[in-house]
């Protein structure tokens, strides 16, 4: 089975820390995604990355960096979290390929980061 | 802007029909997906139209109008189980990257 996985499920931090939330994939896939989950939002785009070292910012990358260093592992980073950073944190990958039979999202099944 | 815009809740009964909306408005439209989340769970893939009609997959079926600018997913015969949001999602194309966008979910309830 095709497999992202995300380093935790639940994670407690404090206001001003930082934070690293980690995503691994085995699908061999170029592009890696990260998306916060909230009420009444839907999945919101923080970073998208499609290859090595490449990155680029999605709707709401203020607050947030990432790191892609290896192709099957794509790293989120809250520099210095806030309580409005609460939310489910959600990792995603998929083919470069365009066409119908690549339009798939894997994805992970989420970190749900509370900010205290 | 880009946006897609989905009813926030759906009620139905067990073995009934429902239909979900969505209507989108993106630049550069190249299709609609669909994705299911159980409560606490990872959204999951359920299908994709790139072309205009209906597309059925066992009890699921999704439909797309590309004039309209509208999309639907129709769940036929209705399981308990399928008590849960879904999502549309347009992919967007740009050069090397493609990012996929997200409508904001609907919740549908089944009751017995």
């Known amino acids: 089975d095709v497999k992202v996985t995300q380093s935790s499920r639940y994670l407690v931090k404090r206001t001003g820390e930082k934070v690293f939330l980690e995503c691994v994939q085995d699908?061999?896939?170029?592009?890696m995604f990260w998306y916060r989950q909230d009420p009444g939002l839907g999945l919101r785009l923080i970073y998208f990355?499609?290859?090595?070292?490449?990155?680029e910012k999605g709707d709401i990358p203020e607050g947030y960096s990432v790191s892609r260093e290896k192709k099957e592992r794509f790293s989120l980073i809250l520099e210095s979290a806030s309580t409005n950073q609460t939310s489910m944190y959600l990792c995603?990958?998929?083919?470069?390929?365009?066409?119908?039979?690549?339009?798939?999202?894997?994805f992970g099944s989420g970190t749900q980061l509370s900010v205290l | 802007g880009q946006s897609l815009e989905q009813p926030s809740e759906v009620t139905a009964v067990e073995g009934a029909i429902v239909q979900i909306n969505c209507t989108y408005q993106?630049?550069?439209?190249?299709?609609l997906s669909w994705y299911q989340q159980h409560d606490g769970g990872a959204p999951t893939f359920l299908s994709y139209?790139?072309?205009?009609g209906l597309e059925e997959t066992g009890r699921f079926s999704s439909f797309l109008s590309r004039s309209d600018s509208y999309g639907y997913l129709l769940l036929q015969e209705l399981q308990m189980k399928d008590s849960a949001s879904y999502f549309c999602?347009?992919?967007?194309?740009?050069?090397?990257?493609?990012?996929?966008?997200f409508g904001t979910g609907t919740l549908l309830a089944v009751q017995p």
């Open positions: 995603a990958s998929r083919s470069r390929d365009r066409g119908r039979a690549n339009e798939k999202l894997f």
């Open positions: 139209n790139a072309l205009d």
């Open positions: 699908m061999d896939h170029e592009n």
């Open positions: 993106t630049s550069g439209f190249y299709g």
């Open positions: 990355s499609y290859d090595v070292k490449m990155k």
């Open positions: 999602a347009a992919p967007l194309y740009g050069g090397a990257t493609n990012k996929l966008i």
